[in-house]
T-cell receptor, first 116, second 116 residues
Framework: GAGVSQSPSNKVTEKGKDVELRCDPI?????LYWYRQSLGQGLEFLIY????????KSGLPSDRFSAERTGGSVSTLTIQRTQQEDSAVYLC??????????????FGPGTRLTVT | AQSVAQPEDQVNVAEGNPLTVKCTYS??????LFWYVQYPNRGLQFLLK??????LVKGSYGFEAEFNKSQTSFHLKKPSALVSDSALYFC??????????????FGAGTRLFVKA
């Protein structure tokens, strides 16, 4: 595909349920980021993958949050036992680390998560 | 601590007037600086970046930004604002990550309103 894709676009879940959010980055981009944005506010860094290096998980708000990136491509963000404060738009971005566009992040459309 | 700050929550300008959206940063080493824009109901888009070289960088939609090392600033500017420039603007900086690599952190965002 031409850009970063995320699925689902919207997710409504009940408090206490687990959810999985998916991100398909741009092919060839070695860096992948997850952010959270609440109500049109700022971006909260969650986790960062770069190539085969250990991910930087310093932004994950609790141990209910985890993420994987398989084969250096697709990433899944999992939230266990969702809480109402987890409601937000979850954004994924990918970035090349060299060449044209180096370090520029290309964002997906986001997944809007609502926990009821 | 490494950080990026956008001191203004909101900037109001009249169409045709010049606009400035402020950004200051605190990083160790040479900064990599970015501006992104989020139009209503649309995804985040890259505007411009400073890595090295000329302190004045030009980007999309007629925007430019000036890197000022002594003031640790990277203000976004446009000579003549358009109503269609109304959006949420984010400054970002690449900082050292927790796993030996680098990650990008974002400011809180500045909402720009351009009045006709």
């Amino acid at each position: 595909g031409a850009g970063v894709s995320q699925s689902p676009s919207n997710k409504v879940t009940e408090k206490g349920k687990d959810v999985e959010l998916r991100c398909d980055p741009i092919s060839g981009h070695t860096a992948l980021y997850w952010y959270r944005q609440s109500l049109g506010q700022g971006l909260e860094f969650l986790i960062y993958f770069q190539g085969n290096s250990a991910p930087d998980k310093s932004g994950l708000p609790s141990d209910r949050f985890s993420a994987e990136r398989t084969g250096g491509s697709v990433s899944t963000l999992t939230i266990q036992r969702t809480q109402q404060e987890d409601s937000a738009v979850y954004l994924c971005a990918s970035s090349p680390q060299s060449g044209v566009g180096a370090y520029e992040q290309y964002f997906g459309p986001g997944t809007r998560l609502t926990v009821t | 601590a490494q950080s990026v700050a956008q001191p203004e929550d909101q900037v109001n300008v009249a169409e045709g007037n010049p606009l400035t959206v402020k950004c200051t940063y605190s990083v160790s080493g040479n900064p990599y600086l970015f501006w992104y824009v989020q139009y209503p109901n649309r995804g985040l888009q890259f505007l411009l970046k400073y890595i090295t070289g000329d302190n004045l960088v030009k980007g999309s939609y007629g925007f430019e930004a000036e890197f000022n090392k002594s003031q640790t600033s990277f203000h976004l500017k446009k000579p003549s604002a358009l109503v269609s420039d109304s959006a949420l603007y984010f400054c970002a900086v690449r900082v050292s990550g927790n796993t030996g690599g680098f990650k990008t952190i974002f400011g809180a965002g500045t909402r720009l309103f351009v009045k006709a």
